[in-house]
């Protein structure tokens, strides 16, 4: 009797510990089902490369893609939250307003990599990312809310900026990027949208930063002889734009008409060229580029009133 007992005992406990298990386990994948940054990143799951890798800047790309494409803006008020929320107050380089890149571990934790690719384009996209999403939703109370670092991440890109108009990649690497200048001008114009919509922040300031960077681009970066941009510039050395080949000349040159129209401001011969030659070498090609190429390519082929 007392055997049958213990074994019944045991069964029961064998029971409860499973359930346990269980919801362990169950308590787990909620949690890091609940991260926005990684829950946006699984809506693209089977078109990413890398799933160890979670950059904030892809994710940014992929929040503007579901935007635009008139999806899940609440996952993206989420993510932009979280974004906020995550970004240093003080990162390796001594920055505010960065965002680190992140390793994904085996139980889907997000484990910092304390280093990103660059801070001016980051903080560009994101940028973007936060007007876009307050002209789709007019909520202003998360703009009121999380006004001083948005100005942190603003004013990211002007503590890069050099006196050439043009934005360095990171405080310790130089180089200058056509992609990320792209990008940082339209995070700067964004900056100046989003100031006026909570009349907040020092606007002229901003238009000053993005007017530098437009005339830094158009003075330092175009090549003459090629009609198109050159992809980089350190110090002397320009990196030169084969359109032939996609990356990263031709996507850089890309980038130039996915966010932001007014940065041909005064050079609309410039534009109407350089797309017409990007169509006759690249277009058509969409569907075999990485995710977050495509959705920027994407971007640019609808701002120029195109069909893929």
Known sequence: MLLLQAMKLKKILCALAASLFVLAASIGASEAAENPALALMKLYWGQIGDRDLLSPYTISILALNELEEGRNTGMVKDFIVWYLETTNDSDMDGLSGTIYDFRISANGDLEPIKDYDSADGYAGVFLHLLNTYYEKTGDKETLVANWQKIEHIAYVISHLQDADGLTRATEKHHMKYLM???????????????????????RKYY????????????????????????????????????????????????????????IFEGYADRKTALWKDIMLEQGGRTADLPIEQRIIFGFAIREMGGKE
């Open 180 to 202: 990320d200048n792209a990008e940082a001008y339209a995070g700067a114009s964004a900056f100046v949208a989003l100031s006026k919509a909570v009349r907040k922040g020092n």
């Open 207 to 262: 238009e000053d930063v993005c007017a530098g960077i437009r005339k830094g681009i158009h003075e330092k970066m175009f090549d003459m002889k090629r009609r198109n941009y050159i992809w980089a510039l350190n110090n002397g050395e320009r990196f030169i734009t084969d359109l032939k080949k996609f990356y990263p000349g031709a996507y850089s040159n890309i980038m130039l008409f996915a966010y932001n129209r007014a």
